[in-house]
């Protein structure tokens, strides 16, 4: 059955503090990963978007990693900011065809002054 | 602004009533898409359209009809809803439909609803 795993499910940290969120995934076959950033009351925002060639992708202070054989990915935030207060999800898209979308449930992130 | 608006915002219906959810999209894409997010839970993608046709439809009850009349719009009727239908209603575009392309999809802000 195709899944999407996220761990933690939330997480406090201070401003100025790094953090990893994680993302495994079972689904097959693959075809790309992507992050968004949901703030509270809005919609999904895009972070990254990664193919199975790409092992590395960078977006400002977030960067995406994606490890297709172990299938795992971490959302590494850096130097947290109170406006990286949200809700992550990590979504992986299967190659069959159609829409084929799998969701995690997300991880909240809280950060504290 | 993501370029993809949504109205109303908020609504709240009793389960006899008929209301209709806005979705218009100032992006250009193709496709479309109508997901429900309930507390705790994935996103779950309820209809997908691509140029106005449905392409996708995930097992959604009856109760919840889509119209698509053009690219740049969508809308969800609602009628005869239950209390566990309460959830934010999002709508996304993307230039293509999701799956293997790697196409950014564009969200709205969403519709919260509430049904008594």
């Known amino acids: 059955k195709n899944q999407v795993e996220q761990s933690p499910q939330s997480l406090i940290i201070l401003e100025g503090k790094n953090c990893t969120l994680q993302c495994n995934y079972t689904v097959s076959p693959f075809s790309n990963l992507r992050w968004y950033k949901q703030d509270t009351g809005r919609g999904p925002v895009s972070l990254t978007i990664?193919?199975?060639?790409?092992n590395t992708k960078s977006n400002g202070r977030y960067t995406a990693t994606l490890d297709a054989d172990t299938k795992q990915s971490s959302l590494h935030i850096t130097a947290s900011q109170l406006s990286d207060s949200a809700s992550y999800i990590c979504v992986v898209s299967s190659a069959q065809a159609g829409t084929a979308l799998i969701f995690g449930k997300g991880t909240t992130l809280s950060v504290s002054s | 602004e993501t370029g993809v608006t949504q109205t109303p915002r908020h609504l709240v219906m009793g389960m006899t009533n008929k209301k209709s959810l806005k979705c218009e999209q100032h992006?250009?894409?193709?496709?479309m898409y109508w997901y429900k997010q309930s507390a705790k839970k994935p996103l779950e993608l309820m209809f997908v359209?691509?140029?106005?046709?449905?392409?996708e439809n995930n097992s959604v009850p009856s109760r919840f009809s889509p119209e698509c009349p053009n690219s740049s719009h969508l809308f969800l009727h609602l009628h005869t809803l239950q209390p566990e239908d309460s959830a934010l209603y999002l709508c996304a575009s993307s230039q293509r439909v999701q799956g293997p392309s790697t196409d950014t999809q564009y969200f709205g802000p969403g519709t919260r609803l509430t049904v008594l």
């Open positions: 359209y691509s140029l106005e046709e449905r392409v």
């Open positions: 990664m193919t199975f060639s790409e």
């Open positions: 992006l250009g894409h193709n496709a």
